[in-house]
């Protein structure tokens, strides 16, 4: 399998979400103001939300992987997400960490598609793990400290509020 084809493979997946955060991920992620909504700041669309959950997750250093029997949502695939550099980049960390999963992905290049396709399911098991643990750091916060959900800088002011603990 060529580069193309690889990047292909990755950007088809579509990873998924536990359904437990469902609710808070549709009060934090409708764009429009709504009626009862409040002044909430959303992080955007379904897979921004996503995607800054995975950072999250990344940047708590854990993920948090689906209990057996858990029930899950599926997202949008990966090549629709936007902006593609947060995207990239959340692949590029998940590349950078792929050996703690069991995989050096300089040797993926001339990997069978066998090995090919259990780095991919790997790769998606990490990727849901870590924004799993997001999306249960973003909770704990949405039960506790709603008022951070007002600034329209909620991610970064959740991201510098990881930097002091």
């Known amino acids: 399998m060529n580069a193309a084809e690889f990047k292909d493979k990755i950007l088809d997946l579509r990873p998924h979400y536990s359904?437990?955060?469902?609710s808070m991920i549709d009060s934090i992620s409708i764009k429009?103001?709504?009626?009862g909504k409040g002044n909430i700041a959303s992080f955007g669309a379904y897979y921004q939300t996503f995607m800054y959950a995975c950072i999250i997750g990344m940047r708590l250093?854990?993920?948090?992987y689906f209990d057996k029997g858990e029930k899950s949502a599926e997202f949008a695939p990966i090549y629709k997400w936007k902006p593609t550099q947060i995207?990239?980049?959340?692949i590029l960390m998940l590349f950078n960490r792929s050996k703690s999963y069991?995989?050096?992905?300089?040797?993926?290049e001339?990997?069978?598609?066998?090995?090919?396709?259990?780095f991919l399911q790997a790769f998606e098991q990490e990727m849901e793990g870590y924004a799993n643990r997001g999306f249960e750091y973003l909770l704990n916060k949405w039960e506790n400290e709603r008022v951070t959900f007002v600034s329209p800088t909620v991610f970064v002011d959740i991201l510098q509020g990881l930097d002091n603990q």
Not at 19 to 22: I, Q
Not at 87 to 90: A, E, Q, W
Not at 102 to 108: K, T
Not at 110 to 118: C, D, F, M, R, Y
């Open 19 to 22: 359904d437990k955060y469902r």
């Open 102 to 108: 069991g995989y050096d992905w300089m040797d993926l």
């Open 87 to 90: 995207r990239d980049y959340i």
């Open 32 to 35: 429009q103001e709504r009626l």
């Open 61 to 64: 250093g854990k993920p948090k």
């Open 110 to 118: 001339n990997a069978n598609n066998e090995v090919i396709v259990s």
